[in-house]
């Protein structure tokens, strides 16, 4: 491998060999040009001689025996006390009578070195799955979070401040119970996240109720299919709402396939629940709330944030809403290669032969690029569209026709809306 003193490069190695080879240089001046050694300049010379331009490439340092390596049933031993009982390299090494450092060395091989990389249930490497268009799946799952009571809870405030708070608003509401203990309240947040897109939707309702989770169901649908997602799938749990009869007629209704995990495997639905990981720390305790009014209030612009501006690690650092900026293929107006607006330098027509329309400025030749040319993308919305804005669907909407209106007008047709 190159290091940054290294006295040859490839392209050096291919000049120094033809120099010997082809020229006929002898090899003590070709290595004195080069100022390497008589052993290094023959060595490449003869490569050249054998390989070709190919042979001045690095080859790998890893012997073509290894005697004293692993056997491969010790290793197949080791990888199962791995994934079965989940050991470390010590305790491993104990039980097979082989050093420590011996069975680390496997477990990097193998790619088992850090039990997060295991399954925690199976012990299997985690395996992980992503659908190859928006809406193929749809995760849905169910939330809860305790309400805050008026004054703020006691993650914020303190315990007794925090139980002072709650009996004020007992006080307030009439809502005890049997012993007389203040009952604030649940929120159950129904969650829907797109399972290639991570595109998310949520709801507050009172309680988690079949009736209550297919209405969340159509809602979340018809708000995909505003932003031309068609949903043909949607994974849930077991719980009761999701085990229904009337979930499975509604879905048959909406045209859409039920399917859900197998028993105590949060893991195949995990886009979802790491959702809800984010939506905790990033709504529900992010800040001080003075009330559940003021924290419910909040959810739509987390919401907008999360969809519009959080980069996400599993797409690539990008916000969830870039993956469906072309759903319809409303980007794709021509041939392959064909930039809508793009003009011929000089006759100021587009590809297709095209006039530019009244009005339009074609630029020079040699001029540079205008500012604001090119296709333009929209992750963070309608330029009108603000951080935290509650007007997230409005945005949403309005960044969608801007992107077709831009792209039909750069065609020449025209833009009806809607």
Known sequence: MLHRNAALTPRARLRLARLIIDERWPVARAAQRYDVSWRTAKRWAQRYAEQGEAGMQDRSSRPHHSPARTPRPVVRKIVHLRWKQRLGPVQIGGRLGIPASTVHAVLTRCRLSRLSHLDRVTGEPVRRYEHDRP?????????????????????????????RNREATAGRTGARSKTYEPQIGTAFVHTVIDDHSRVAYAEIRDDEKAATAIDVLRNAVAWFAVRGVTVERVLSDNGSAYKSFAWR??????????????????????????????????????????????RRKALPAFLHHYNHHRPHSAIGGLPPITRLTNVSGQHSLGHPGYTPGARTPGTGRDPRGNAPRPGTVTPRPDAGPTKGAGPRNFPHGHPRCRRGSPNAEEHAIMRTDLIRKTALTAAGLAFTGG
């Open 249 to 294: 007629d509604a879905c048959t209704e909406l045209g859409i396939r039920p399917k859900k995990t197998r028993p105590y495997r949060p893991q195949t639905n995990g886009k979802v629940e790491r959702f809800h990981r984010t939506l905790t720390d990033g709504w529900a305790i992010a800040r001080f709330y003075n009330s559940e009014q003021a």
């Open 135 to 163: 809406g193929a799946m749809l995760h849905v799952d169910v939330t809860k979070y305790g309400s805050i009571p008026d004054g703020g809870g006691w993650r914020y405030v303190g315990r007794v401040q925090g139980r």
